[in-house]
């Protein structure tokens, strides 16, 4: 397996608006970012991917840019963005942006220009179709709700769009937008990023003629995502991304896939395919979805979570780059979800980081995992911000829910769990910003914070530094092979790691109980170190015994 640097680095995600105010108006920005980078110095990163910066009326949080070559007002000027940049490389942390090309806003000049007529010269810069007997062109379902259509009267044609009616798909198909994407890559490159995350880049292939797709029943619009995930031309279009602009660079690209599957990765993250160095998966951050989705609450079973991870695992072992991550902007807080954000928060927390961490991949860490931050439950609808949760709320109504039960779903996986303010400190709005936040802080702050978690040296942020540590200490924790062990085990996932003649033992308790499990038969052999814990010590005898959720790493050298 080919070395190469993104494959020992730990990725630290920002998502702006929530991290660091510097002005008073509420919104987090660059100088914001740039006044904590030697906090994220401290713990040990090495790449920043920055969500959205550019010019955007904020429908989906700058998902929907309406100019890709220039940064949000509301986040700061160009040259604070170039201030940022050398900032984070005198640093020596390298900086991903966020490349969101499936869609534009409808604010995007080319949008506007496209609607104005069907001849326009930048009409094929969208996907624009004739309705079908007065309704939409087909009975594709958006992801945000309602139809994947909007009727656009100007011209009374409808332009597609996957997610909000203000994020129109861009037509991939028309070499002309192909290009203009490729050169806007390239001009940022040039700037010196050092690569990008790509928002749902294996949707911009959709099957010609758009079909309809079945819909599940009682429902009105289907899904469509079998029309327009992982579609006809997509590595075409990949590669030829590559070509015409990364190639010349040497940058890190992570694709962000929902319903790639190991096989599909393969192709996209294989060394000499020229596509993709790896992507985010959705397989394991669905296996708490019941039968309708997201919001249709189902609870983790830990077997499921080791067959799945252990498949990707051993998929992508010898072809292709697993990126790891339990955290996002689009996903709850771990802790809260998969770990016991109670009593256990701490334990839970640092054993969840242990279970990704030593895993073969790339790990991802999202602003505030590290000080294990939690899921939040607002009082009122009203206190939300995000489109995908609000007009949830309101087709969840419309569907006979009760107000109470959609709000269940909303504190277990609602997106705003993790878009509430980065908590630095125990003063007012946890230090986030001196005036209003644009969201409200979580009230656990006081409790729950940077500065509290810094002097603390038994925090889950001193044992996140730990794990990144270790990452570039022992080559076995980035190049050795994986393999489950105890796999029926129904409270712990264990695993080990190989390379040479070393043996890497990790040990997980996923919940609150007292398991008792046999070790290998070489524990009673050979000679091990334990390389981190999250308890002083570790109870080995003939059996270990694990606490409540406990975490144990153990080196074995031969
Ligand atoms: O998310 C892609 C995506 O599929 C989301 O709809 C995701 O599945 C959902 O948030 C989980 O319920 C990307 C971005 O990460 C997200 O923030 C954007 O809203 C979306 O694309 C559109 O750009
Ligand atoms: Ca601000």
Known sequence: ??????????????????????????????????????YLKELGIDVVWLSPVYKSPNDDNGYDISDYQDIMSEFGTMEDWEELLGE?????????????????????????????????????????????????????????????????????????????????????????LRNEIYDMMTWWLEKGIDGFRMDVVNFISKVEGLPDDEPKPGKKYASGSKYYRNGPRIHEYLREMNEKALAKFNVMTVGEMPGVTPEWARQYTGESRNELNMVFQFEHVSL??????????????LCDLKLNLT?????????????????????????????????????????????????????????????????????SVEEYRDIETLNFYKEALNDGWTEDKALESIYAKGRDNARTPMQWDSSEHGGFSDG????????????????????????????????IELRKKNEIIVYGRYNLILD?????????????????????????????????????EKKFEALIGNYKDIQINRTIKLRPYEAQVLLFNS
């Open 1 to 38: 397996m080919k070395k190469q640097w993104w494959k020992e680095s730990v990725v630290y995600q920002i998502y702006p608006r929530s991290f660091m105010d510097s002005n008073g108006d509420g919104i987090g920005d660059l100088q914001g970012i740039i006044s904590r980078l030697d």
């Open 88 to 176: 984070m490389h005198k640093r020596e942390i390298k900086l991903i942006m966020d490349l969101v090309v499936n869609h534009s806003s409808d604010e995007h000049i080319w949008f506007a220009e496209s609607r104005k007529s069907k001849d326009n010269p930048f009409r094929d810069y969208y996907i624009w179709r004739e309705g079908r007997n007065g309704k939409e062109p087909n009975n594709w379902g958006s992801n945000f709700g309602g139809s994947a259509w909007k009727l656009d009267d100007k011209t009374g044609e409808y332009y597609l769009h996957l997610f909000s009616k203000k994020q129109p798909d861009l037509n991939w198909d028309n070499p002309k």
């Open 288 to 301: 708490d979805n019941g039968p309708n989705g997201k919001w249709d609450l189902k609870p983790l079973d």
């Open 311 to 379: 498949k990707w695992q051993n998929e992508l072992d010898k072809a292709g780059w697993n990126s790891l991550y339990f955290n996002n902007h689009d996903q709850p807080r771990s802790v809260s979800r998969f770990g016991n954000d109670g009593e256990y928060r701490e334990k839970s927390a640092k054993m969840l980081a242990t279970l990704l961490h030593m895993m073969k991949g790339t790990p991802y860490v999202y602003q505030g995992e590290e000080i294990g931050m939690t899921n939040v439950r607002f009082s």
């Open 436 to 467: 209003t936040p644009w969201i409200k802080v979580n009230p656990n702050y006081k409790d729950i914070n940077v500065e509290k978690a810094m002097k603390d040296p038994d925090s889950v942020f001193h044992y996140y530094k730990k794990l």
């Open 488 to 524: 029926q085990h129904p409270e712990v996932y264990a695993y080990t790691r190989t390379l040479g003649n070393q043996i890497l033992l990790v040990l997980c308790n996923f919940y609150g109980g007292n398991p008792e499990v046999e070790p290998p038969a070489y524990i009673q």
